[in-house]
């Protein structure tokens, strides 16, 4: 019934919004109001945050679910309604999404987890509890570049399993298919910024691959959750990359035009991945996880899926994405 109600409205919401195109007269942000809320979950990291900020600047509202409501000053101020629960707890997380008509979701891994696959599959079967408690119409996930495969590619497992929680529902899906955050190599550029040296578990150094700054992901979500779900077909499989691919070579161009020196990468022996991870402060579980990721990376197995034509583009390019991490980098 909700569905069927939410399905409709989403239909008159279309011809307002075709109206408005077609004569300038009538706001259809003002008519969104009112009948439809999105919940976006992880709404204070970066793709949330923008997904929620992109939301409420067309009008269109948005309840921010948040673990710790101390962070939810800025959400509250775009107007959007706060709802406090933590991933793995699905009755509070049912009561935050209950009566949205679509929902947001992230499942984040903690690299820190003693066991970080089997609390990735907590929090993976919480959130599925919970859109099935409230029959949550229609969900965008944000999943990752190879979550078609079903073996042998480390953190990428847990999105493979996570979509697969998620074609059990009734609800209509779309897969927002994430390339590597470029937001990811901060945690590398402090070696650089020490040795003058890029370790890059890229290999060669002049393979390319792609990346995405998390706030295209949040801002390209937006746009998929403003377009009707039922004109697809479910799930529909969206990937997301940057302008460009890079190689760790032109990563290492930029990081040195960055600190002003050059900076050479290098293949990081596989041999030292374990003891550089651990050292990096990553659990012995979530280090092996990202091995067996990057052996799959440079097996050329992570890539758009073949026949999965939906492709989109974020505009950030990697100079960009970096440059206002630099001053925490450099402390
Ligand atoms: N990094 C990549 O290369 C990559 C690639 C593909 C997909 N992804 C996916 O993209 C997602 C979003 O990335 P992002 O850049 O927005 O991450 P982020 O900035 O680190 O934000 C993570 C968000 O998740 C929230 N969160 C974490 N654990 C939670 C819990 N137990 N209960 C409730 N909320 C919790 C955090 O809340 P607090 O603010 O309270 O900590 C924060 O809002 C990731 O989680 C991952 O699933 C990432």
């Not at 003693?114 to 119409?137: C, D, H, T, W, Y």
């Amino acid at each position: 019934m909700k569905k069927m109600f939410c399905t409709i409205m989403h239909g008159i919401g279309r011809v307002y919004e075709t109206l408005r195109f077609g004569s300038g007269i009538l706001h259809w942000v003002t008519f969104w109001e009112g009948i439809k809320v999105f919940a976006i979950l992880g709404a204070t990291g970066k793709v949330g945050q923008t997904t929620a900020t992109a939301l409420r600047e067309v009008g269109v509202p948005v309840r921010a679910v948040v673990r710790d409501r101390s962070k939810a000053n800025q959400l509250a101020a775009l107007g959007c309604e706060i709802a406090i629960a933590d991933l793995q707890d699905a009755p509070a997380l049912a009561r935050a999404i209950d009566g949205t008509c679509a929902v947001q979701i992230i499942c984040p891994v903690c690299a820190q987890g003693a066991n970080a696959s089997k609390e990735m599959g907590r929090s993976i079967e919480s959130i599925g509890k919970a859109l099935e408690a409230v029959q949550a119409p229609a969900v965008l996930a944000i999943s990752d570049y190879g979550a078609e495969l079903d073996s042998g590619t480390g953190v990428t497992m847990l999105f493979h399993a996570l979509e697969e929680r998620l074609r059990r529902m009734a609800s209509r899906l779309i897969f927002l298919r994430s390339a590597e955050h470029m937001e990811n190599w901060s945690r590398v550029i402090k070696v650089a910024v020490q040795t003058s040296a890029l370790p890059s578990l890229h290999h060669p150094l002049t393979k390319l691959f792609p990346m995405v700054s998390a706030f295209d992901v949040g801002a390209i979500a937006a746009r998929l959750l403003l377009s009707p779900f039922e004109d697809h077909v479910s799930p529909r499989i969206v990937h997301v990359e940057g302008p460009r691919r890079y190689t760790p070579l032109d990563v290492a161009g930029v990081v040195g035009a960055l600190l002003g020196r050059k900076i050479s990468a290098y293949e990081l022996p596989r041999t030292d991945w374990s003891a550089t991870l651990r050292l990096g402060g990553l659990s012995e579980s979530y280090t092996q996880l990202v091995i067996d990721l990057y052996d799959a990376h440079n097996a050329g197995r992570i890539d758009v899926q073949p026949g999965v034509d939906e492709t989109c583009y974020g505009k950030t390019e990697f100079l960009d994405a970096l440059k206002p991490l630099m001053p925490s980098v450099l402390g």
